[in-house]
C-alpha cells in the first residue's frame, strides 16, 4: 500500500513502465518514514554510459536528497535506495529535532531509536584571517592551497562567500541570498 506521489522524469532516457515500476517499487520501501501524501521528485538521466538517478523530497524546514551513477539504472536505482535509507537514519535525531520537520515523517519513524553510531563529530577547528577578494582571485587562492572550496569575502558585494571545485575542471560561486 503506497501513499508516497512520484513525479519521475526522464533526461535523454525513456520512462519505461519497468524503470517506473523499478522507481516506485524500490524507493516505495521508504514510505514507511514518510507520512501520506509525501512527492518524492525522480530525474532519471543518461550521459554516455552513465546511468544516473537523483532523488530528492522536500519535508518541512529540510530536503533530502541523493543521486547515485552505475552503468545501469536499476543498480542505481537500488543504490539510491539504500543511501537515503541510511542517511534518514544517521541523521533522524537531527531533522525531526526541528519540530517542523517531525510533521513530515511517520510516528513509527519518529519514535523508533536507531543506533546513532555513525553521529557527526567535528574534530578539527581552524581559524583564519578572511579578506575581500574576488572569486576568481579565491579560486586562485583555492588552487594554491590544494583545497576544493575557499571561504573569502567578495569584494564586490563585502560577504562571506565559498568557491568549490566542480567536476570537469570548473568552479562555483556560493553566495547567501540577502
Same mark, same amino acid.
Given at each position: 500500500?503506497?501513499?508516497?506521489?512520484?513525479?519521475?522524469?526522464?533526461?535523454?532516457?525513456?520512462?519505461?513502465?519497468?524503470?517506473?515500476?523499478?522507481?516506485?517499487?524500490?524507493?516505495?520501501?521508504?514510505?514507511?518514514?514518510? +507520512?501520506?501524501?509525501?512527492?518524492?521528485?525522480?530525474? &532519471?538521466?543518461?550521459?554516455?554510459?552513465?546511468?544516473?538517478?537523483?532523488?530528492?523530497?522536500?519535508?518541512?524546514?529540510?530536503?533530502?536528497?541523493?543521486?547515485?551513477?552505475?552503468?545501469?539504472? #536499476?543498480?542505481?536505482?537500488? &543504490?539510491?535506495?539504500?543511501?537515503?535509507?541510511?542517511?534518514?537514519?544517521?541523521?533522524?535525531?537531527?531533522?525531526?529535532?526541528?519540530?517542523?520537520?517531525?510533521?513530515?515523517?511517520?510516528?513509527?519513524?519518529?519514535? +523508533?531509536?536507531?543506533?546513532? !553510531?555513525?553521529?557527526?563529530?567535528?574534530?578539527?577547528?581552524?581559524?583564519?584571517?578572511?579578506?575581500?577578494?574576488?572569486?576568481?582571485?579565491?579560486?586562485?587562492?583555492?588552487?594554491? &592551497?590544494?583545497?576544493?572550496? #575557499?571561504?573569502?569575502?567578495?569584494?564586490?558585494?563585502?560577504?562571506?562567500?565559498?568557491?568549490?571545485?566542480?567536476?570537469? !575542471?570548473?568552479?562555483? &560561486?556560493?553566495?547567501?541570498?540577502?
Amino acid at each position: 500500500m503506497m501513499y508516497m506521489k512520484f513525479v519521475i522524469i526522464g533526461r535523454n532516457i525513456e520512462v519505461t513502465p519497468g524503470l517506473k515500476a523499478a522507481v516506485e517499487d524500490k524507493l516505495g520501501k521508504l514510505d514507511k518514514y514518510f +507520512n501520506d501524501d509525501t512527492e518524492i521528485h525522480v530525474t &532519471l538521466s543518461v550521459e554516455k554510459e552513465r546511468q544516473k538517478i537523483e532523488v530528492t523530497i522536500p519535508v518541512k524546514g529540510s530536503i533530502i536528497r541523493s543521486e547515485q551513477t552505475s552503468s545501469d539504472m #536499476y543498480v542505481s536505482i537500488d &543504490l539510491v535506495e539504500e543511501i537515503i535509507e541510511r542517511q534518514l537514519k544517521k541523521y533522524k535525531t537531527k531533522i525531526v529535532e526541528r519540530e517542523q520537520a517531525a510533521a513530515s515523517f511517520s510516528k513509527q519513524f519518529v519514535d +523508533n531509536d536507531y543506533a546513532d !553510531d555513525e553521529e557527526i563529530k567535528i574534530i578539527r577547528s581552524k581559524k583564519f584571517e578572511i579578506k575581500p577578494m574576488y572569486p576568481e582571485d579565491a579560486c586562485v587562492q583555492m588552487e594554491l &592551497l590544494g583545497h576544493n572550496f #575557499y571561504v573569502f569575502i567578495n569584494a564586490e558585494t563585502d560577504q562571506v562567500n565559498v568557491v568549490y571545485k566542480r567536476k570537469g !575542471d570548473t568552479y562555483g &560561486l556560493i553566495e547567501p541570498e540577502v
